[in-house]
């Protein structure tokens, strides 16, 4: 076997729903609910259903896939893209009101992480699928006014063609920053989200959430409740660790 040369640690990548915070059940699916009743719809997504649908990432994605499985009869009006859309735009203004009242916190150990990692001068990053004012409320109400400033790439929503599991928001993420995927940790709390990450060649760290905690997170390069036990020794050494290669 050839010799292990390490790399060094230079970003940490966060995902953002579920991971900086418990979004889905309280906020996303409520503001979801909240948009249907404005459009006269009588659906309503509970918390176990909300939980199957979170298999599609992307509330635009989401909506179409209920509709394609629950509604079907809602598909061949005319403008249907442009519809979804407008629900969702509806929904996105009912999450920021959400995101105002402050009762969506950040997990446990996540604004101490946030502290260390800006402390030791690694550069902190987002990757996510949601809509990119919702990462903005979400950190301003939580973190901050300011704490939108303390990431150097935020990378969210539409921005790139296929949202998680697909790797273009890692990749976008990390093309950003200008880093290799080997100087990056991301840190995730869903299957989608460590499959979009590895994908991109990053390893991950996976904080199982409320909805997530019964998948399969093989590949994950550890694996923790929460975040309050992670510190920068334990991040150093991820990325350090190398697989060895055979040598000539
Ligand atoms: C989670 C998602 C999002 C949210 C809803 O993203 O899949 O679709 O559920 O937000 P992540 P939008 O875990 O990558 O943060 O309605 O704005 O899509
Ligand atoms: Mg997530």
Not at 45 to 62: C, F, H, N, Q, S
Not at 152 to 177: E, F, M, R, S, T
Not at 214 to 228: E, H, K, R, V
Request: one cysteine or more.
């Amino acid at each position: 076997m050839g010799a292990l040369d390490g790399y060094t640690l230079s970003a940490v990548l966060f995902d953002v729903d579920g991971t900086l915070a418990d979004t889905e059940r309280d906020g996303h699916r409520v503001a979801f609910n909240q948009a249907f009743r404005d459009f006269d719809l009588d659906w309503h997504w509970d918390v176990t259903l909300y939980g199957e649908l979170l298999a599609i990432t992307g509330g635009k994605e989401r909506i179409r896939h209920y509709l394609q499985n629950y509604r079907p009869e809602f598909l061949s009006q005319n403008g249907l893209d442009q519809w979804i859309a407008e629900l969702h735009r509806t929904k996105t203004h009912h999450f920021l009101n959400l995101m105002k009242t402050g009762e969506i916190q950040l997990r446990p150990g996540v604004m101490n992480l946030i502290q260390q990692l800006r402390t030791n001068g690694i550069r902190i990053a987002i990757a996510t699928t949601t809509t990119p004012e919702n990462v903005i409320a979400l950190l301003e109400n939580t973190l901050g006014i300011d704490s939108p400033d303390w990431f150097d790439v935020i990378g969210a929503g539409d921005i790139v063609p296929h949202k998680k599991p697909a790797p273009d928001i890692y990749q976008w993420v990390i093309d950003q920053l200008g880093l290799p995927a080997e100087h990056c940790i991301a840190i995730e709390d869903s299957v989608n989200g460590l499959e979009s990450a590895l994908a991109a060649g990053i390893k991950t760290i996976v904080t199982s959430s409320e909805y997530t905690h019964a998948q399969n997170f093989s590949g994950a390069s550890l694996i923790l409740p929460d975040l309050t036990r992670l510190d920068m020794e334990e991040l150093h050494k991820l990325v350090s660790v190398q697989a060895e290669t055979p040598s000539d």
